[in-house]
T-cell receptor
């Protein structure tokens, strides 16, 4: 019974490098959400994707951040030229469908902790 | 605009006592409300949700939540707190028009033995 799978769980990058975070949604789920959690802070919405489509990226920083959810494979959150302020926990969540049973819940992965040194 | 407020950053309660974690919401239309719990260095775990029906919703680990439409609240409750309930709790509301989930800022629950 695989839940939402995220990897890597922990990632250390030097300033200026690239970070790639991967998320495989739960089986049967076609919607993926990415959230960021800074230390001692709440969750901030970043982006909402369906297969091959970005539905809402209103929470994504305008530069250096991008996300995709290809037809095959996991969703990827990519951070280019990382800076110390990017250090955070990045959570992926998935849900079955927009028009499924009312009130479909989203289920979270265990997170990817990015540390920029 | 949809939003959720958790007015308390932290709640302290003694083990065995009842606990309440507060949440108020603002939505257009019918609210779909959720509670999640986060233990240190872990992801969020779903606790319970309100969609329709009884105002008192029962969830995992003995938690329940009471939906109050007139007060636009969805407070999380448990009759008898355990030390192991100590965690960060998030209230969320779903915007059915745009399929987005809005989370509160979180409330840290400390249960002391």
């Amino acid at each position: 019974n695989a839940g939402v799978m995220q990897n890597p769980r922990h990632l250390v990058r030097r300033r200026g490098q690239e970070a790639r975070l991967r998320c495989s949604p739960m089986k049967g789920h076609s919607h993926v959400y990415w959230y960021r959690q800074l230390p001692e802070e709440g969750l901030k919405f970043m982006v909402y994707l369906q297969k091959e489509n970005i539905i809402d990226e209103s929470g994504m920083p305008k530069e250096r951040f991008s996300a995709e959810f290809p037809k095959e494979g996991p969703s990827i959150l990519r951070i280019q030229q990382v800076v110390r302020g990017d250090s955070a926990a990045y959570f992926c969540a998935s849900s079955p469908s927009r028009y499924g049973a009312s009130g479909n819940t989203i289920y979270f992965g265990e997170g990817s902790w990015l540390t920029v040194v | 605009a949809q939003s959720v407020a958790q007015p308390e950053d932290q709640v302290n309660v003694a083990e065995g006592n009842p606990l309440t974690v507060k949440c108020t919401y603002s939505v257009s239309g019918n609210p779909y409300l959720f509670w999640y719990v986060q233990y240190p260095n872990r992801g969020l775990q779903f606790l319970l949700k309100y969609i329709t029906g009884d105002n008192l919703v029962k969830g995992s680990y003995g938690f329940e939540a009471e939906f109050n439409k007139s007060q636009t609240s969805f407070h999380l409750k448990k009759p008898s707190a355990l030390v192991s309930d100590s965690a960060l709790y998030f209230c969320a509301v779903r915007d059915m028009n745009f399929n987005k989930f809005y989370f509160g800022s979180g409330t840290k629950l400390n249960v002391k033995p």
